[in-house]
T-cell receptor, first 112, second 116 residues
Framework: RKEVEQDPGPFNVPEGATVAFNCTYSNSASQSFFWYRQDCRKEPKLLMSVYSSGNEDGRFTAQLNRASQYISLLIRDSKLSDSATYLCVVNSEGGTASKLTFGTGTRLQVTL | DGGITQSPKYLFRKEGQNVTLSCEQNLNHDAMYWYRQDPGQGLRLIYYSQIVNDFQKGDIAEGYSVSREKKESFPLTVTSAQKNPTAFYLC???????????????FGAGSRLTVL
C-alpha cells in the first residue's frame, strides 16, 4: 500500500459544481496534512493546511478523518481557474526522522 | 519580493555529462530541499539541508550531489551516475529546520532536465 494515495482523476466538472477529493494515508503516526495546488508544468503552491477540526478558506474546505486515515478537499462553486492538479501532502513523524510524503495528485478540469 | 529562483528553467544534456542546477532563496529560510517529479509519481526527496555546511540524503540520492556553502544557495549536481535523470527538478525551502507540523514548503519554479 502506498503511503499516500490519491485518485488521479481527471475529475471533469462543469463550472459552478461542487467537487470533493479524498486522500488516504497509511501511517497512523502522521501529524500534519496539507493540500498543494500545481498548475501544468509549474511548481506546487500551498493551498491550505488541514487541521483536526477541519478548516475552510472561501470556497475550499479541508477535513481530516484520523479514524479512517484520510483527508478531503471540497471545492464549492468551481471556477475555470480551479483547473489544476491537487497534491495531498502528509507529514509523518516518528522514528529517526520525520518527512513529507507527496501523493501523485488528483487532476481537476473545470469546463464551461 | 522574496522567493526562490531556479535556473536554468530548461536544460538539455547528453548522456555522460554532469549538470548543475542552481537554487537561490532570499527568504532567509534555514532549510532547503531538492525534489524530483516524474509523471504519475509524487514528488520524491533527493537531498535536504537544514543548516549551512550540512546536508542529508533523501529517498533517492544516488547519482546526485549537493553543497550548502551559503544559506541562500543549494545547488544540485546531476551526475552521469544517475541512470534516469530526465525529470522536473524542484527546489524548496522552509523557515523551520525540521519537518515539523508547521513546516510549509515554498517551491521554486523548477528546472526541466532532458537527457538526449
Amino acid at each position: 500500500r502506498k503511503e499516500v494515495e490519491q485518485d488521479p482523476g481527471p475529475f471533469n466538472v462543469p463550472e459552478g459544481a461542487t467537487v470533493a477529493f479524498n486522500c488516504t494515508y497509511s501511517n497512523s503516526a502522521s501529524q500534519s496534512f496539507f493540500w498543494y495546488r500545481q498548475d501544468c508544468r509549474k511548481e506546487p503552491k500551498l493551498l491550505m493546511s488541514v487541521y483536526s477540526s477541519g478548516n475552510e478558506d472561501g470556497r475550499f474546505t479541508a477535513q481530516l478523518n484520523r479514524a479512517s486515515q484520510y483527508i478531503s478537499l471540497l471545492i464549492r462553486d468551481s471556477k475555470l481557474s480551479d483547473s489544476a492538479t491537487y497534491l495531498c501532502v502528509v507529514n509523518s513523524e516518528g522514528g529517526t526522522a520525520s518527512k513529507l510524503t507527496f501523493g501523485t495528485g488528483t487532476r481537476l478540469q473545470v469546463t464551461l | 519580493d522574496g522567493g526562490i529562483t531556479q535556473s536554468p528553467k530548461y536544460l538539455f544534456r547528453k548522456e555522460g555529462q554532469n549538470v548543475t542546477l542552481s537554487c537561490e532563496q532570499n527568504l532567509n529560510h534555514d532549510a532547503m530541499y531538492w525534489y524530483r517529479q516524474d509523471p504519475g509519481q509524487g514528488l520524491r526527496l533527493i537531498y535536504y539541508s537544514q543548516i549551512v555546511n550540512d546536508f542529508q540524503k533523501g529517498d533517492i540520492a544516488e547519482g546526485y550531489s549537493v553543497s550548502r556553502e551559503k544559506k541562500e544557495s543549494f545547488p544540485l549536481t546531476v551526475t552521469s551516475a544517475q541512470k534516469n535523470p530526465t525529470a522536473f527538478y524542484l527546489c524548496a525551502s522552509s523557515i523551520e529546520r525540521a519537518f515539523s507540523g508547521a513546516n510549509v514548503l515554498t517551491f521554486g519554479a523548477g528546472s526541466r532536465l532532458t537527457v538526449l
